[in-house]
């Protein structure tokens, strides 16, 4: 999909066309940097399991994300894909593996540890404070930012509905709504790795479509929060087939704690990666 074209925003990648501009218009530098993303995942996830007490939550999980790509993790009800995306993020320990952030392992990080380094996290069910404010919801995403204080105003350019909510309380927030605001709160701290647990999971299809529109601009051309833009690593739970597939550069099935099958979004279809949801 053409992000740029379907989301009326004064786009990162403004000028170097859809985020795939020739390396001529950029610095030797970003592109030098671009041709690192490209052989290199930013996240890189190997052989993970994890217990909650004696159950077996993930059999030997790896994973990988990269920059600019939009990676589905597919699966029915309760294999373990909230536990993955726990695991990455340092909710729940893991038992053994490696979460290798940008060549650096941060298994044993905290999950503030992790945050600070760039990874945002929209968890199951949106964890909005209902009693604070659209602001303060925002604030707390802030405070995983090093040494900022002031809100990207480009959240507002995302989720326009946010700025004129700014000061109702979070749990006065319809669904949809709610579920901008933990995606905001998430892209408050300048992530390069953003992941979504489940967004559209109790969402009207009007809000679907926006957040699915979001997800792959932030995907193709980052958001354009202090200087340079960068294109985003995302990492996509989803029940919501059609979704997915829209939206999926690469895709893995979870069952039963495993991933049992992987490969292009592309080939999605073709490999009957929908049958595996439907059972
Ligand atoms: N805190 C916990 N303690 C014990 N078992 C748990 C806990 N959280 C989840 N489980 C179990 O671990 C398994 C995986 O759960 P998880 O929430 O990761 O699945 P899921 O794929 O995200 O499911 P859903 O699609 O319903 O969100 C399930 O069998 C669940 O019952
Ligand atoms: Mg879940």
């Known amino acids: ?41 930013l996240l890189r996830a190997e052989a993970l ?17 990269r920059s600019g790509e939009v990676t589905v993790v597919l699966g029915r009800n309760g294999v373990g894909k909230t536990t993955l995306l726990k695991s990455l993020m340092g909710v729940v320990p893991v038992r053994s593996g490696q979460v290798l ?10 999950p503030y540890q992790r945050a600070r380094r760039g990874i945002g996290y929209v968890p199951q069910g949106r964890e909005i404070f209902s009693r604070l404010t659209v602001a303060e919801n925002l604030a707390m995403g802030l405070a995983y930012r090093p040494g900022s204080t002031k809100l990207p ?3 507002f350019e995302l989720f326009p509905v946010l700025k ?8 006065d927030l319809s669904g949809g709504q709610q579920q901008q605001l933990a995606i905001a709160r998430a892209l408050a701290a300048g992530p ?26 932030l995907a193709d051309t980052g958001l354009p929060i202090e200087g340079q ?3 985003m690593a995302i990492v996509l739970v989803e029940q919501y ?35 595996r949801m439907s059972i």
């Open 1 to 41: 999909m053409d992000a740029s074209r379907a989301l009326p925003l004064p786009l990162a990648g403004e000028g170097r066309g859809e985020g795939t501009a020739p390396a001529t218009t950029l610095t030797p530098t970003l592109a030098r940097e671009r041709e690192r993303e490209q052989d290199q995942a």
């Open 164 to 171: 004129q909510m700014l000061h109702r309380r979070g749990g």
């Open 241 to 275: 087939y059609d979704f997915a597939e829209e939206l999926a550069d690469r895709y893995c099935v979870m069952e039963r704690g495993e991933i049992v099958q992987q490969g292009r979004g592309a080939d999605m279809a073709a490999e009957g990666a929908r049958a």
């Open 192 to 217: 390069r790795l953003l992941v979504l647990d489940e967004p559209t999971e109790g969402i009207q299809p009007s809000i679907i479509k926006d957040i699915g529109r979001v997800i792959r601009m």
């Open 101 to 110: 952030f940008d060549g650096v392992d941060i298994a044993r990080e905290t």
């Open 229 to 231: 833009p960068r294109r």
């Open 49 to 65: 399991n994890q217990y909650y007490g004696g159950s077996h939550i993930l059999r030997s999980v790896s994973l990988e994300a």
């Open 153 to 155: 105003p480009e959240l």
